[in-house]
């Protein structure tokens, strides 16, 4: 007789505590129980349903057919799960699929699969009510698997359609797939067990809250050994066919229609809970609101903070301001002079900055002062904590972001925990003679902390330990404060990628530069060290170019995202530069973060905006334009003269 293989039991750990008989639910409801539940145990005990592929199929089918995408539609599933609709999507040829959910836990089995499969599908991390997405760029919205309704008040699942309405394409379509309020509110079952697997039970007793507007259940999840390992209640609000539809009226959805109703297949049989009967909805996008007309407004005073050129300038050639540097300032306010809805001033006398920032009235304040307070790029952050302290509005980093992003392996650390991919790395301390180094060649020394490649030049790339050591004695008299950086030197290509806005009113990328190394002389390392920003001779200088990168769609995406994370988790303000490289089996690594990039006409961040054919001028507008609507700065309207009042 064939055995049946037993399931893998957990670890031994203590029995979680239960809650035992509990006369209401409601009370014990945590507001945003969606934070937590979605995990393992949901995949479990859910399974019979959310992992049945007749299931999926049917609902990918009725997306397609109630939405009328074709191959290449640009398509979001809202709240995706492990991403089971966006991979069926994939499975069928459709090639720009991209899925959103609250769950990092999900999100990852998302990614996994995909990546096993070898299907094409972004996946990311994000609230329904602010996905961080670009408007208006999906041809279809889905909400599937009855994932909407999860929020304790109306306004924020009010939230999430509005959210949706200006995701989607003016052509675009929104499909609903939620539990039948109705329905439901009438035959759900009070309680209910069932096992799950051979080792894992699960308990449920449910009610209606106090305003009979969402079920309430609690699950008891038991393992016959172990005892109770979970004990959680949730929530859903009970949408009816009528609520639903002026919902989505009052949204500004065009066309509701109705589909039916649907009723999932289990592998269990058993419990459906909220899957048992569901609403399946479709609607058009809502009109785009016509602007209203403006008046003449007044110019915002902006005053933009610059190094000091007066003053010693330790990263500069020369220990100093040079002709170039000059040119570059001159440039600038060439550029910014084109922006006439602006009127500026400039600061860049540190001697006098305290008093000149203590008396200043100004609307905004452009904080391009990245050499830091009297030129040292240590104090670059005491710039920004100046106008925080005097409460001026500015643009860029606040003081923790620059902080944050000045220490190159606390920026790993966060990555690591981003699931964004960083390259091999041992730290060692200041005068740390013990430390354990690294045997993997070629390697790549630099300061933990520093800016515009301090400490890294071409023989910062090693291939033997004698080099190494060599070197790292050389940075230890360089910095003898500062801590030393050995990573796996990555040989691969080399992009950066530029975001411009905020998470909360949106971030744009700018399109993704490449490092031509092609003309470099092959016998000298692939690096963009300090030959290439301060040495004018260096063929550093001279033999690097640069283009637009030629990834394709899903790599750039990749990035992007990698990049949206980042700039979210590391507090970056209105633009940040994000550097990445390939190692040798072309999986791309994070570089480093710049939370206040370089600004000049020659840098990246303008190559960047000039391979969209974007202006100087257009660029340092925008970002002026993230501080404005970020910080909420309006202009005042102009004073009518008297002429004009009668």
Request: charged content about 30%.
């Amino acid at each position: 007789m064939a055995t049946v293989p037993k399931a893998k039991k957990p670890k031994r750990t203590p029995p979680r505590s239960c809650l035992g008989p509990v006369a209401d639910l409601e009370q014990h409801l945590p507001a945003e129980w969606w934070r937590k539940l979605f995990n393992a145990l949901y995949v479990k005990t859910d399974g019979d349903v959310v992992e049945n592929n007749e299931n999926t199929r049917r609902e990918v089918d009725f997306i397609i057919a109630a939405a009328a995408i074709q191959p290449h539609s640009s398509i979001l599933d809202l709240c995706c799960g492990q991403g089971r609709h966006c991979l069926e999507l994939a499975r069928r040829g459709f090639k720009n699929v991209s899925g959103v959910d609250r769950s990092r836990y999900l999100i990852r089995l998302a990614k996994k699969r995909a990546q096993t499969e070898g299907l094409q599908v972004i996946f990311k991390e994000g609230d329904a009510r602010n996905p961080r997405l670009q408007e208006t760029s999906f041809d279809c919205v889905a909400i599937m698997g009855n994932s909407f309704g999860y929020f304790s008040n109306k306004q924020d699942d009010e939230k999430v359609l509005n959210t949706v309405g200006k995701l989607l394409r003016p052509s675009g379509q929104l499909v609903l797939d939620i539990t039948d309020g109705a329905y439901m509110a009438d035959h759900f079952d009070r309680r209910s067990w069932e096992w799950i697997d051979e080792h894992h039970f699960v308990c449920r007793e449910r009610s209606l809250s106090a305003d009979r507007e969402r079920l309430i259940s609690r699950e008891v999840i038991v393992h016959d050994e172990i005892g109770v390992i979970a004990d959680q209640f949730y929530a859903e609000r009970l949408y009816t066919k009528e609520s639903i539809g002026k919902l989505l009226e009052r949204c500004g959805f065009r066309n509701v229609r109705h589909h039916g109703s649907a009723e999932s297949v289990s592998d269990r049989d058993q419990d459906l809970g909220m899957m048992a009967r569901r609403l399946l909805l479709s609607a058009d996008a809502p009109q785009l609101p016509a602007k209203k007309p403006r008046g003449k407004l007044q110019r915002l005073d902006v005053t933009v903070l610059l190094g000091d050129p007066r003053l010693p300038d330790q990263v500069k050639r020369g220990g100093a301001f040079q002709d170039e540097d000059m040119e570059t300032v001159r440039r600038l306010k060439d550029a910014l002079a084109e922006l006439t809805q602006y009127k500026f001033r400039y600061l860049d006398n540190h001697a006098t900055l305290d008093r000149d920032l203590t008396d200043l009235r100004t609307d905004l304040v452009f904080n391009l002062c990245d050499e830091g307070f009297n030129n040292d790029p240590f104090k670059e952050l005491h710039v920004p904590a100046m106008l925080d302290a005097l409460e001026l509005p500015y643009t860029g980093g606040a003081p923790a972001a620059l902080a944050a992003c000045y220490d190159k392996g606390l920026v790993r650390a966060v990555a690591m925990t981003l699931d964004v991919p960083v390259p091999l790395e041992t730290y060692v301390r200041p005068g740390d003679q013990g430390a354990t180094l690294p045997s993997v060649f070629p390697a790549l020394l630099k300061p933990n902390t520093g800016d515009s490649s301090q400490g890294i030049t071409m023989d910062a790339v090693v291939s033997n330990e004698k080099a190494l050591l060599d070197y790292l004695e050389r940075l230890r008299v360089e910095f003898p404060k500062r801590s030393v950086l050995v990573q796996e030197f990555l040989t691969g290509a080399e992009y950066s990628v530029s975001l411009i806005g905020n998470p909360d009113q949106g971030l744009r990328a700018l399109p993704i530069l490449e490092v031509d190394y092609s003309k470099l002389d092959p016998d000298l390392p692939k690096i963009l060290g300090y030959e290439s920003k301060w040495e004018p001779e260096s063929p550093y200088w001279t033999q690097i170019r640069y283009r637009e990168a030629s990834l394709s769609e899903i790599a750039q995406q990749q990035l992007v995202e990698h990049s949206t994370r980042l700039f979210e988790r590391l507090g970056c303000r209105d633009y940040a530069r994000f550097d990445f490289r390939a190692d040798a089996r072309g999986e791309l690594k994070l570089l480093e973060v710049n939370p206040n990039p370089g600004w000049c006409w020659d840098g990246k961040l303008n190559l960047m905006a000039g391979f969209q054919g974007m202006r100087y001028s257009e660029l340092l507008a925008q970002i002026l334009q993230a501080a404005v609507e970020r910080l909420g700065v309006v202009a005042k309207p102009q004073a009518q003269s008297a002429e004009a009042a009668q």
